[in-house]
């Protein structure tokens, strides 16, 4: 289990390292001059023993022969003086002879304070010490004559081998303290100055972090090569770790971006389905009464008073129609009339109208950029745009300012067009900018909230939601940069018109003036009222009018009857219009098509059903609106639905 | 008296000289030893007359045992000795180097032991008793030199037949006398040593001498007994009146020698009373007093010019001498 201490001091460490080192070694080197010095000991020994015993045999035997038994005591007392023996002993056969016995004994031994005295044969100790002995080597003493004189007897003993080999051992152990005390103090200086005392400025110099613990110096560049490697490395190390710290910031910064995006897109996607679904029920309503309202006032042409009731309520369903115009225009459900534009044109188009809204006090400024790209757009969508954003620039603004409309082209590289959630391509750039009162983060997270406003009374909330709606019908997108006090400005992205992909395909045609027909007309609607309403619409014109309120229903109708043209509602519960219509032409190719919503939906669309979509009938429908279409359709060849 | 003498020495160069003197008593007397390297040698027998006189003088019986320069019969003379359980030994030994042996051997045994002249290389002793032999041959060197000068031989070479040197009072004569020559200026000494001290081994040192070195005009004999050898080696080379002798140690005719000029000069010790000097050391010790360690007696110098004068030191040293005897 690791702790969260440090386990040892590199003194310490690397002090019993030496320590053990310098012992095994020098224990190793002492038992090798151990051996090797007493085995040397005991040579020399031996070889002292038997030069002794050749030098003192000849002298000694011509002492013994006259009697000097002093002088060879001498000589004995100088071969203990000269050679490292233990003791000397002679044999004397003639003394012993006038001692009455065998031989006498003298010679010299080494006492133990290493003075030599005289050897006595009744001096027990003496005796002892001589069993004692390491070696001995003892050799008869003979005249010329060959008699035997007396002996000589040389002992060694191991008593002076052991004091050398002790000291050896002293030595030994004295030489591997002062080598290790050596070893470690010079060791310890060189760490201490040239690993230790830099790694100490290091950890320093690591230590002097900035708010994130990062360093804020650099570690000098100098000392050993290895302390120069670690600088460089530990130096490389917090330039990335600063590099990584500026890139993770960046990311955080465009994750935030994106997540704001993808917040506001979700919120904004969450409230273009709530206000699509009422706009598309109250669409539905507001078709039954418009359109009940209208054949009213056509029978009511007789009473005149009664007739301009009807009108009354026709105008306010056109009103209310309005509104839920831009309510689905926000959530993008809305009939969209794209065509090739230039935004230039469009400003210069739309400038007078725009001075004059923006009244005097307020200097309009147009910076458009030469040979702008073309942009396919539903030009009055982006009047619309441009009038909503001029007059919040213009209520921003509280005494004089200046509103800049500037356009330029740009080619989004794919980091910027990420951070803008936008397809890496071209796209044209319109920016308005003003001079106004800026905006805090927490009003800009809702500028485009529907119903979202800072005027008060004066507006309506509805004029920024209806141009985020457009921006996203557009592929384009909307980004907003300003702070309280110094102004704002809109950057709207709008892809670059390609000319290859989009093919404009015109809905304008021949306008038949008369709407009456014959043909068999299946209409198809799970709303019950739209229903009775279509039904007596294209009654009253003379068509033959079958109804069915879902796909099911519709089908089995086609089975039964001969069918001219099958008027279909899009969102149905069972089978959508799309769907029904694909069976249809299918089964039926002669059937003519047409649909109707009160959402632009597009997700459904393939090459087929794409000029189903093209020519939808948006919902609230004006009766001859539904007349003229279906008289068209049907008065259209065959074949040109199928392409 | 010269008869005399030299029959008493004589009567001592037997192995064993029974000198007891019976006195009645009623405690067994301390019997005492005295071994000498050779009592043929007047020397030495006059020292063992003083010591003889001295032991009965005291009460003691002595026992005299000559060892004829003979090593094995000295150690045997101890052995004896020891066995005897003797009260102490008066030893002359055959050279100082063997007297370390007697010593140590009586050491062991317990018995006391005085030296009487030689001396000894070591051991333990009760006292050593002496001449003053480096002063003697110091004024012997003196009256050699100024001799030679006298006789115009300045020059000349001088001889030393010695005594061993191993013993100390060989090495303390010849230290004296070269002293003596050196201070005078005379650098030609050569010097042969005895060892069997017969007459032939004198005659035959001096003859080689003479005949090695031709201006050789004095010769040292260290000792005394073979003088006749070299009084013959000189006569045998015709240099009779070429070469004067110096003896050390005095022979009985040595007066009458002096006297008619054959010697020039000698030094006499005293051993008659370095024999009582050595038994007095003995009695001492035996009875618990305290000795003189090493006691150095003076050498008589007795040349032409005064001995007339110093015929009363040599009758006290050697006893029995008569006056009328001298003077002849």
Same mark, same amino acid.
């Given at each position: 289990?690791?702790?969260?201490?440090?386990?040892?001091?590199?003194?310490?460490?690397?002090?019993?390292?030496?320590?053990?080192?310098?012992?095994?070694?020098?224990?190793?080197?002492?038992?090798?001059?151990?051996?090797?010095?007493?085995?040397?000991?005991?040579?020399?020994?031996?070889?002292? =023993?038997?030069?002794?015993?050749?030098?003192?045999?000849?002298?000694?035997?011509? /002492?013994?022969?006259?009697?000097?038994?002093?002088?060879?005591?001498?000589?004995?007392?100088?071969? #203990?003086?000269?050679?490292?023996?233990?003791?000397?002993?002679?044999?004397?056969?003639? #003394?012993?002879?006038?001692?009455?016995?065998?031989?006498?004994?003298?010679?010299?031994?080494?006492?133990?304070?290493?003075?030599?005295?005289?050897?006595?044969?009744?001096?027990?100790?003496?005796?002892?010490?001589?069993?004692?002995?390491?070696?001995?080597?003892?050799?008869?003493?003979?005249?010329?004559?060959?008699?035997?004189?007396?002996?000589?007897?040389?002992?060694?003993?191991?008593?002076?081998?052991?004091?050398?080999?002790?000291?050896?051992?002293?030595?030994?152990?004295?030489?591997?303290?002062?080598?290790?005390?050596?070893?470690?103090? =010079?060791?310890?200086?060189?760490?201490?100055?040239?690993?230790?005392?830099?790694?100490?400025?290091?950890?320093?110099?690591?230590?002097?972090?900035?708010?994130?613990?990062?360093?804020?110096?650099?570690?000098?560049?100098?000392?050993?090569?290895?302390?120069?490697?670690?600088?460089?490395?530990?130096?490389?190390?917090?330039?990335?770790?600063?590099?990584?710290?500026?890139?993770?910031?960046?990311?955080?910064?465009?994750?935030?971006?994106?997540?704001?995006?993808?917040?506001?897109?979700?919120?904004?996607?969450?409230?273009?389905?709530?206000?699509?679904?009422?706009?598309?029920?109250?669409?539905?309503?507001?078709?039954?009464?418009?359109?009940?309202?209208?054949?009213?006032?056509? +029978?009511?042409?007789?009473?005149?008073?009664?007739?301009?009731?009807?009108?009354?309520?026709?105008?306010?369903?056109? +009103?209310?129609?309005?509104?839920?115009?831009?309510?689905? =225009?926000?959530?993008?459900?809305?009939?969209?009339?794209?065509?090739?534009?230039?935004?230039?044109?469009?400003?210069?188009?739309?400038?007078?109208?725009?001075?004059?809204?923006?009244?005097?006090?307020?200097?309009?400024?147009?910076?458009?950029?030469?040979?702008?790209?073309?942009?396919?757009?539903?030009?009055?969508?982006?009047?619309?745009?441009?009038?909503?954003?001029?007059?919040?620039?213009?209520?921003?603004?509280?005494?004089?300012?200046?509103?800049?409309?500037?356009?330029?082209?740009?080619? /989004?590289?794919?980091?910027?067009?990420?951070?803008?959630?936008?397809?890496?391509?071209?796209?044209?750039?319109?920016?308005?900018?003003?001079?106004?009162?800026? #905006?805090?983060?927490?009003?800009?997270?809702?500028?485009?909230?529907?119903?979202?406003?800072?005027?008060?009374?004066?507006?309506?909330?509805?004029?920024?939601?209806?141009?985020?709606?457009? #921006?996203?019908?557009?592929?384009?997108?909307?980004?907003?940069?300003?702070?309280?006090?110094?102004?704002?400005?809109?950057?709207?992205?709008?892809? +670059?018109?390609?000319?290859?992909?989009?093919?404009?395909?015109?809905?304008?045609?021949?306008?038949?003036?008369?709407?009456?027909?014959?043909?068999?007309?299946?209409?198809?609607?799970?709303?019950?009222?739209?229903?009775?309403?279509?039904?007596?619409?294209?009654?009253?014109?003379?068509?033959?009018?079958?109804?069915?309120?879902?796909?099911?229903?519709?089908?089995?109708?086609?089975?039964?009857?001969?069918?001219?043209?099958?008027?279909?509602?899009?969102?149905?519960?069972?089978?959508?219009?799309?769907?029904?219509?694909?069976?249809?032409?299918?089964?039926?190719?002669?059937?003519?098509?047409?649909?109707?919503?009160?959402? =632009?939906?597009?997700?459904?669309?393939?090459?087929?059903?794409?000029?189903?979509?093209?020519?939808?009938?948006?919902?609230?429908?004006?009766?001859?609106?539904?007349?003229?279409?279906?008289?068209?359709?049907?008065?259209?060849?065959?074949?040109?639905?199928?392409? | 008296?010269?008869?005399?003498?030299?029959?008493?020495?004589?009567?001592?160069?037997?192995?064993?000289?029974?000198?007891?003197?019976?006195?009645?008593?009623?405690?067994?007397?301390?019997?005492?030893?005295?071994?000498?390297?050779?009592?043929?040698?007047?020397?030495?027998? %006059?020292?063992?007359?003083?010591?003889?006189?001295?032991?009965?003088?005291?009460?003691?019986?002595?026992?005299?045992?000559?060892?004829?320069?003979?090593?094995?019969?000295?150690?045997?003379?101890?052995?004896?000795? %020891? $066995?005897?359980?003797?009260?102490?030994? %008066?030893?002359?030994?055959?050279?100082?180097?063997?007297?370390?042996?007697?010593?140590?051997?009586?050491?062991?045994?317990?018995?006391?032991?005085?030296?009487?002249?030689?001396?000894?290389?070591?051991?333990?002793?009760?006292?050593?008793?002496?001449?003053?032999?480096?002063?003697?041959?110091?004024?012997?060197?003196?009256?050699?030199?100024?001799?030679?000068?006298?006789?115009?031989?300045?020059?000349?070479?001088?001889?030393?037949?010695?005594?061993?040197?191993?013993?100390?009072?060989?090495?303390?004569?010849?230290?004296?006398?070269?002293?003596?020559?050196?201070?005078?200026?005379?650098?030609?000494?050569?010097?042969? $040593?005895?060892?069997?001290?017969?007459?032939?081994?004198?005659?035959?040192?001096?003859?080689?001498? %003479?005949?090695?070195?031709?201006?050789?005009?004095?010769?040292?004999?260290?000792?005394?007994?073979?003088?006749?050898?070299?009084? $013959?080696?000189?006569? *045998?080379?015709?240099?009779?009146?070429?070469?004067?002798?110096?003896?050390? *140690?005095?022979?009985?005719?040595?007066?009458?020698? @002096?006297?008619?000029? @054959?010697?020039?000069?000698?030094?006499?010790? $005293?051993?008659?009373?370095?024999?009582?000097?050595?038994?007095?050391?003995? *009695?001492?010790?035996?009875?618990?007093?305290?000795?003189?360690?090493?006691?150095?007696?003076?050498?008589?110098?007795?040349?032409?010019?005064?001995?007339?004068?110093?015929?009363?030191?040599?009758?006290?040293?050697?006893?029995?001498?008569?006056?009328? *005897?001298?003077?002849?």
């Amino acid at each position: 289990m690791k702790t969260d201490y440090p386990e040892r001091s590199l003194y310490a460490t690397l002090g019993i390292i030496i320590i053990s080192t310098v012992t095994i070694i020098t224990s190793i080197h002492s038992a090798y001059v151990y051996i090797e010095t007493k085995n040397k000991i005991i040579q020399e020994m031996k070889y002292s =023993s038997k030069h002794t015993i050749v030098t003192l045999q000849k002298n000694i035997a011509n /002492l013994i022969a006259s009697y000097a038994i002093n002088e060879y005591d001498k000589l004995t007392l100088s071969e #203990m003086n000269h050679r490292a023996n233990f003791a000397i002993i002679v044999e004397d056969y003639n #003394m012993g002879k006038i001692l009455g016995k065998k031989a006498y004994t003298s010679g010299k031994i080494k006492a133990d304070n290493g003075n030599i005295i005289d050897y006595n044969p009744d001096n027990n100790e003496q005796n002892k010490q001589l069993e004692e002995c390491y070696y001995s080597d003892r050799d008869d003493i003979t005249s010329s004559q060959g008699i035997k004189l007396g002996s000589i007897t040389i002992y060694i003993s191991d008593h002076s081998m052991q004091i050398q080999l002790n000291e050896i051992i002293k030595t030994t152990i004295i030489k591997s303290v002062i080598l290790s005390v050596f070893l470690i103090l =010079s060791l310890f200086i060189t760490i201490r100055f040239f690993i230790l005392q830099p790694l100490s400025n290091i950890i320093g110099i690591i230590n002097n972090g900035d708010a994130d613990g990062i360093p804020v110096k650099r570690i000098p560049n100098h000392g050993s090569t290895e302390i120069f490697d670690l600088a460089n490395t530990i130096n490389h190390m917090i330039r990335s770790i600063k590099d990584s710290r500026i890139k993770l910031t960046e990311q955080h910064n465009k994750l935030k971006v994106h997540e704001d995006q993808l917040h506001r897109s979700q919120k904004m996607d969450a409230l273009g389905t709530l206000t699509g679904g009422i706009a598309h029920d109250f669409n539905n309503i507001l078709g039954v009464v418009s359109g009940y309202a209208e054949l009213l006032e056509s +029978r009511l042409k007789e009473q005149p008073k009664l007739a301009r009731y009807a009108h009354e309520i026709v105008t306010s369903g056109e +009103r209310g129609a309005k509104l839920t115009r831009k309510l689905l =225009s926000f959530s993008r459900n809305v009939e969209s009339k794209e065509s090739k534009l230039n935004l230039n044109t469009v400003l210069y188009e739309e400038k007078n109208m725009l001075e004059k809204t923006l009244t005097v006090r307020i200097k309009l400024v147009l910076k458009l950029a030469e040979d702008l790209w073309f942009v396919r757009l539903d030009k009055s969508d982006i009047e619309d745009a441009i009038l909503n954003m001029s007059i919040n620039a213009m209520h921003a603004i509280a005494a004089n300012g200046q509103l800049t409309l500037q356009t330029h082209n740009e080619s /989004l590289s794919s980091l910027n067009a990420k951070q803008l959630g936008l397809e890496a391509k071209d796209y044209v750039v319109l920016s308005i900018i003003d001079t106004g009162c800026g #905006m805090d983060k927490k009003i800009r997270e809702k500028i485009f909230d529907p119903f979202f406003s800072t005027k008060g009374e004066k507006g309506t909330g509805l004029g920024l939601s209806q141009v985020y709606g457009f #921006m996203e019908r557009s592929k384009g997108t909307i980004n907003v940069s300003s702070e309280p006090g110094q102004g704002t400005q809109l950057n709207l992205y709008f892809p +670059r018109y390609e000319e290859n992909n989009n093919k404009i395909l015109s809905a304008d045609g021949h306008q038949p003036t008369n709407l009456k027909g014959n043909e068999a007309i299946l209409i198809v609607d799970d709303e019950p009222a739209l229903l009775d309403l279509s039904r007596e619409i294209l009654s009253q014109q003379g068509y033959h009018v079958f109804c069915a309120e879902g796909a099911k229903q519709a089908l089995e109708i086609l089975a039964a009857q001969h069918i001219n043209c099958l008027f279909s509602d899009v969102l149905m519960p069972d089978m959508d219009g799309y769907q029904l219509a694909a069976i249809v032409q299918k089964k039926y190719p002669y059937i003519k098509i047409q649909l109707t919503s009160g959402f =632009s939906d597009d997700r459904h669309l393939n090459q087929q059903s794409d000029t189903l979509h093209q020519y939808m009938l948006y919902k609230p429908l004006s009766s001859h609106s539904l007349l003229q279409r279906i008289r068209t359709l049907l008065d259209e060849p065959e074949d040109i639905q199928g392409k | 008296m010269i008869l005399i003498l030299f029959s008493t020495t004589f009567s001592y160069s037997e192995h064993k000289v029974n000198t007891s003197i019976e006195v009645p008593s009623p405690e067994p007397r301390k019997q005492l030893i005295y071994i000498v390297s050779d009592n043929r040698i007047p020397f030495w027998a %006059i020292m063992g007359r003083g010591i003889t006189n001295s032991a009965s003088m005291l009460g003691y019986e002595i026992n005299i045992y000559s060892s004829e320069n003979n090593a094995k019969r000295e150690l045997e003379f101890i052995v004896k000795a %020891i $066995q005897d359980k003797v009260s102490g030994i %008066i030893v002359s030994p055959t050279n100082s180097s063997a007297c370390v042996t007697i010593l140590k051997l009586a050491k062991s045994a317990g018995i006391p032991v005085v030296i009487s002249d030689v001396g000894t290389d070591g051991g333990e002793y009760v006292a050593y008793i002496s001449s003053n032999n480096r002063e003697g041959a110091y004024q012997i060197g003196k009256i050699l030199t100024k001799k030679l000068f006298e006789l115009g031989w300045g020059e000349s070479k001088i001889g030393i037949i010695a005594i061993p040197q191993t013993r100390l009072n060989g090495q303390a004569r010849t230290a004296g006398f070269i002293q003596a020559i050196n201070e005078s200026g005379f650098k030609g000494v050569d010097i042969k $040593q005895q060892s069997t001290f017969t007459k032939q081994e004198t005659y035959n040192l001096t003859k080689g001498m %003479i005949i090695e070195h031709p201006d050789l005009h004095a010769i040292w004999l260290q000792g005394s007994n073979r003088y006749k050898g070299v009084l $013959q080696a000189i006569a *045998d080379s015709g240099k009779k009146d070429k070469i004067l002798l110096l003896t050390f *140690d005095a022979q009985p005719e040595f007066p009458e020698l @002096i006297r008619q000029g @054959i010697l020039l000069a000698s030094a006499m010790q $005293q051993p008659y009373l370095m024999g009582q000097e050595a038994v007095s050391a003995m *009695d001492r010790h035996l009875n618990g007093k305290a000795v003189e360690k090493n006691r150095q007696l003076p050498i008589i110098i007795i040349s032409r010019e005064n001995i007339a004068q110093q015929l009363k030191t040599i009758k006290r040293t050697f006893p029995g001498t008569q006056e009328t *005897d001298i003077e002849n």
